[in-house]
Nanobody, 115 residues
Framework: QVQLVESGGGSVQPGGSLKLSCATS????????MYWVRQAPGKALEWVST????????YYANPVKGRFTTTRHDPTGTLYLQMDRLKPEDTALYYC????????RGQGTQVTVSS
């Protein structure tokens, strides 16, 4: 059974940082592309980042490029999202997912950026 459990969200002032984690189980994490998606209040799910399993190359949506960094630790099956220079428009529920549309995702962790 696939399990994706996000943690690390919280409230932070603009310009601050947070690091999200996603603990996974029930599938071959080390052979899987992994994704971060987010959903802001009243908006659709939005792709944030992809990290490939073989090269660890990561790609980012334009709004977060240069501020967010996705990494993975295959031995523990954990996915990370380091978020720096956060902006109010980054406020959203953040999910790790097995697909870029977020059809298979965890329960999410809330990130709120506000002064």
């Amino acid at each position: 059974q696939v399990q994706l459990v996000e943690s690390g969200g919280g409230s932070v002032q603009p310009g601050g940082s947070l690091k999200l984690s996603c603990a996974t189980s029930g599938f071959a994490f080390s052979f899987s592309e992994m994704y971060w998606v987010r959903q802001a209040p009243g908006k659709a799910l939005e792709w944030v980042s992809t990290i490939y399993h073989n090269t660890n190359a990561a790609y980012y949506a334009n709004p977060v490029k240069g501020r967010f960094t996705t990494t993975r630790h295959d031995p523990t099956g954990t996915l990370y999202l380091q978020m720096d220079r956060l902006k109010p428009e980054d406020t959203a529920l953040y999910y790790c997912a097995l697909d870029p549309k977020g059809n298979i995702r965890g329960q999410g962790t809330q990130v709120t950026v506000s002064s």
